[in-house]
C-alpha cells in the first residue's frame, strides 16, 4: 500500500528516483552535479534551521513533523477518515508553511538584498576585525568603570591558553559586550569578586581566580587586583587591563611588568598592538614563507623535469 501524503509517490518514484539512476548509470560525470546538488540542498537547509532556531517558528516545525509522522502512519495502518484529513491539510501545506513563516522568509530576502550576504550565510567577519572590534568593546567597559571607580579585573587570553584559569570561575560563552562587562563587576553582584577571562573572542568565564604575583620588588600600595594580574601576566602570555577601586585608574600587565595610569587612547594602542598587529603580523609572514617554500619548491622539481628531459633526449 502506498501512502497518500498529497501526491502519487509510486510515480514520483519512477519518474525521477529511477530515472535519474539509470541517467546516472549511462552518464557517471552526472554524479558529481549531484553530490553537489546535495551539497547545495543541505547547507540551505541548515541555513535555514540556524536562521529559524530559538524563534517561535522553531516549535512550528516539530508540530509540522509530528504532521507529517501522523499523517504517515494513518495510512498505514488504514486510518481512512483520519488519513483524509490530514492528507487534506498536507495539501494546503504550501500556503501554511509561507504563512507561518512569513516573518523568517522576509529576513532571509532582506539579508539576501543586501550587504548582509556573508552574514546570512554564516560567514562572519575576520578574526583580526573581530578581535579588534572586541578590544573596543573592552576599552569602553574600562573607561565606564574607571569613571564610577568600580574595580575590574580583565584577562585577555593570547597564545598560552589559560583553561585551568577558566575553570575556577563561572562558565559564561558570551560575546564580547561593554554593557556586560561594567555589568560584571558592579560591586555586591554574584560575579563581580574575581576577573573576566576573554578567550577565542568570547567571555568565557568570570569570577576567576588568579594567581598572586609575590615578587619582593613590587610596590607595597598595589592591591590584591594589580598582583592577580602581574601573577597571570608572568605565567602566560596574557595581558590584563585592571581598574582600580582606590584611584579609578586603569593599568595593564603584560610580561609580568605593569604599566599604571594609562589613558583611554593608550589602552586602545597597547591592546590593538600586542593582539591585533603582532599576532596577525606574524601569521601574514608565516603564510609567505610557506608560499614561497612552496614555490621554491615547484620550481626546483620543473627544473629537474627540464634536465631530465634533456637528459633523455642526449641520450
Known amino acids: 500500500m502506498v501512502i497518500d501524503l498529497g501526491m502519487n509517490w509510486e510515480n514520483f518514484y519512477k519518474e525521477n528516483i529511477v ?5 546516472l548509470q ?3 560525470f552526472e554524479l558529481v552535479t549531484l553530490i553537489l546538488d546535495l551539497t547545495i540542498v543541505c547547507f540551505l537547509v541548515y ?6 532556531k530559538g524563534s517561535r517558528a522553531w516549535q512550528l516545525i516539530k508540530g509540522i513533523v509530528l504532521l507529517i509522522i501522523a499523517t504517515g502512519l494513518s495510512g498505514l495502518f488504514n486510518l481512512k477518515i483520519l488519513n483524509w484529513i490530514l492528507t487534506g491539510i498536507m495539501n494546503l501545506g504550501v500556503i501554511a508553511i509561507i504563512v507561518i513563516f512569513q516573518p523568517e522568509l522576509r529576513r532571509a530576502l532582506e539579508q539576501l538584498g543586501t550587504n548582509k550576504l556573508a552574514k546570512f550565510f554564516g560567514i562572519d567577519k575576520d578574526l583580526a576585525t ?4 572586541d578590544i573596543y568593546k573592552i576599552v ?3 573607561t565606564e568603570l574607571a569613571k564610577t571607580k568600580t574595580g575590574a579585573l580583565i584577562v585577555i587570553e593570547r597564545d598560552i591558553k589559560i583553561q585551568d584559569i577558566i575553570s575556577t570561575g563561572i562558565p559564561m560563552d558570551a560575546e564580547v559586550s561593554p554593557q556586560l562587562l561594567v555589568n560584571i563587576f558592579v560591586p555586591k553582584t554574584p560575579l563581580h569578586d574575581g576577573a573576566v577571562v576573554i578567550s577565542g573572542n568570547k567571555i568565557a568565564a568570570a569570577a ?3 594567581p598572586l604575583a609575590d615578587d619582593k620588588d613590587i610596590a607595597k600600595e598595589l592591591g590584591t587586583r594589580h598582583r592577580a594580574a602581574i601573577g597571570i601576566s608572568k605565567e602566560s602570555d596574557s595581558i590584563v587591563v585592571v581598574v582600580s577601586e582606590e584611584t579609578g585608574k586603569i593599568s595593564v600587565a603584560k610580561d609580568g611588568t605593569l604599566i599604571a595610569d594609562v589613558r583611554e587612547d593608550v589602552l586602545k594602542k597597547i591592546l590593538i598592538s600586542n593582539i591585533v598587529t603582532k599576532r596577525f603580523a606574524i601569521e601574514k609572514k608565516e603564510r609567505a614563507n610557506k608560499l614561497k617554500v612552496l614555490r621554491e619548491k615547484l620550481k626546483r622539481e620543473k ?5 631530465e628531459k634533456v637528459n633523455e633526449e642526449k641520450k
Open 208 to 210: 576567576c581566580v588568579l
Open 130 to 133: 573581530k578581535t579588534k572590534e
Open 47 to 52: 541555513c535555514f534551521f540556524k536562521i529559524v
Open 303 to 307: 627544473n629537474k623535469e627540464k634536465e
Open 26 to 28: 549511462s552518464n557517471p
Open 19 to 23: 530515472a535519474y539512476i539509470k541517467s
Open 140 to 142: 569602553i567597559a574600562a
